[in-house]
DNA sequence: CGGGCTAATGTGAATAATCGCGCCTCCTGA
DNA sequence: TCAGGAGGCGCGATTATTCACATTAGCCCG
C-alpha cells in the first residue's frame, strides 16, 4: 500500500499566497467550474472533481458542505468575476448606440475569456433546474434597467423600437453572444478554425458590429 | 407497496396503430426524446424512460439494444422529421433573398414546433461528445453547399458577405434561432410570456425578418 | 525550548441509492 | 401453441455522503 506518496510540503505561503500553488479551495473550484459548464451539474461526479484536483472525493467535503455548495460556489464566482468590468463600463457610459456597441463588444470579450458561465446558463436553462431563474436574474438585470430609467429604453434599435421588440432584440443579440461560445464545437468544425483563438474573436466582433450597426440604421421596408 | 397502479389495459392497437395509443416503442421514443433533450444523454437514466412509458426498465431491451442505440434512434427520428420539409422548399426555391427569408422562418418554424433536436445539438455541443459532428453534418449540410453550388454563396448578406463573413453570418441566424429554444425559459422569466404560444411564434419571426433585411439593406458603415 | 492542544486537511473504508444491463420466467393474443 | 413482450431478480459499477482515523502547522504555556 502507500507506493509512493505525491507528498510535496507545498512550498510553505507564510504570507505570500500569491504566487504558487493556489489553496485547495480555489484548485477545486477551477476544477468544478470546468465539469459543471462542460457537462451540467447532474453528470458532474465528485470524484471526477477530486481527480482532476489531484485529491480523494471525501475530502472535498473540508472545503464544500456537499455537491449543490459547491456548485453555489462556483457560480458565485463566475458572477462575479462576470459582472466586475462591466459595472465600470455601465456607470460611466453616456447613452448613445456607440456606447451600446461598446458594452455588447465587452461581453463578447468577456465570454470568449471565459466561456463556463454561457455554458452553466445554457446547461441551467435547458434542464430548467433551480438555478436557471437565479442565474439570469443576476446576468440581465444590468441590462433590462427599472422603467424610467433610460439606459437600455432609448431607440436603440430602430424599427424593432417601434416594433415594440426591443426586449426581443436585446435577447437576440445575447443569445448570438452566448450561443457562440456554447456551440463551439461547431464553429470548429464548420469554419475550420479555433473559435477562441484571436483571429476568431476579431471576427465575432466585426460581425455582431456590423449587426448592430445594421438595425441601428435600418427605417423599416 | 403498490399503492394503486397506474395500469390501464391500454386500448387493444389491433390493426389501426395509427389512431389512439401508438406501439411501445414509439413511446419508449418520445419519452426518451423529451429526457434526453432535456438533461442530457449521461444525465439520462433508462429508469426515468421507462417510468414514463409505464414499464420496468428491462423491458426497454427488447425494443433497443442499450442506451446508446435508443439515443440514436431518437436522433435519428429527430433529424430525419426536421429535414423532410425543408427538402421541398430546398428544391424548388430560387436563390433571391426573400427565399432565403422564408428559409429560415421554415427552420424557425420547425424548431418551434419541436424544439427537441436543438436541446440535444446544444447537449452535444456543451459536452463534446462523439455525436456532435454527426448532427452538425445532417443538419447543416443543407446550408453549406458544395462549392460552384451558389444556393447559400451568393451576395445575400449584403456588407457581411464583402467582409468574408458570410459563413459567420449563416452560423449566427442558425444559433439565433436555435438559441431560442434551448434558452425557453430565459424568455419566459424575462419577458413574461409563454416562448412557445403562437404570439411569441409571431413575434420571434418577425424579429427575425426584421434582422434579415437589415443586413441585406446595410452597406457599410 | 519543548510538549501538548487545536484546527485544518488529508486518507481509506463503509453505506445506501442508483445506474446500465443480462438472465430467466410468465403471461397473453393471434 | 408459440413467440413477442412484459416483469422479477440480481450482478457489478458508480454515485454522494459519512465516518474513523492519520498527519500537519500554528499556538500557548511552562
Redesign the interface.
Known amino acids: 500500500m502507500l507506493p509512493d506518496l505525491p507528498w510535496r510540503p507545498i512550498v510553505t505561503e507564510s504570507i505570500s499566497q500569491n504566487t504558487a500553488p493556489l489553496r485547495t479551495s480555489e484548485r477545486i473550484l477551477d476544477a468544478a467550474e470546468d465539469l459543471f ?4 451539474y ?2 458532474t461526479s465528485l470524484g471526477e472533481v477530486a481527480d482532476r484536483v489531484g485529491i480523494r472525493s471525501p475530502s472535498l467535503y473540508n472545503h464544500f458542505r456537499n455537491k449543490e455548495a459547491l456548485y453555489e460556489a462556483v457560480l458565485e464566482r463566475l458572477l462575479e468575476e462576470f459582472g466586475r468590468p462591466l459595472q465600470a463600463l455601465q456607470s460611466a457610459q453616456a447613452l448613445d448606440q456607440e456606447h451600446v456597441i461598446e458594452w455588447v463588444e465587452a461581453i463578447v470579450r468577456q465570454h470568449h475569456a471565459n466561456p463556463n458561465l454561457a ?1 452553466l446558463l ?2 441551467a ?4 433546474g433551480p438555478h ?2 437565479e442565474i ?2 443576476r446576468l ?1 438585470s444590468p441590462m ?1 434597467r427599472a422603467p424610467g430609467d433610460e439606459a437600455m429604453d432609448g431607440d436603440y434599435f430602430g ?2 423600437s417601434r ?1 415594440g ?1 426591443q ?3 436585446v ?2 443579440f445575447n ?2 453572444v ?3 461560445v ?6 470548429r ?3 475550420g478554425q479555433d473559435p477562441f483563438s484571436d483571429e476568431a474573436l476579431a ?2 466582433l ?2 455582431i458590429r ?2 448592430l ?3 441601428f ?2 427605417r423599416g ?1
Do not use: C, R
Not at 436553462?125 to 430548467?128: E, M, T, V, Y
Not at 456554447?182 to 464553429?187: C, D, I, V
Open positions: 459548464a462542460q457537462k451540467g447532474a453528470a455554458k445554457q446547461h436553462a435547458l434542464s430548467g436557471t431563474n439570469i436574474e440581465f433590462f424599427h424593432l416594433l421588440l426586449p426581443w432584440a435577447m437576440a443569445n448570438l452566448m450561443s457562440y456554447t456551440m463551439a464545437p461547431m464553429y468544425d464548420l469554419l471576427q465575432q466585426t460581425l456590423t449587426l450597426k445594421s438595425v440604421a435600418y421596408e
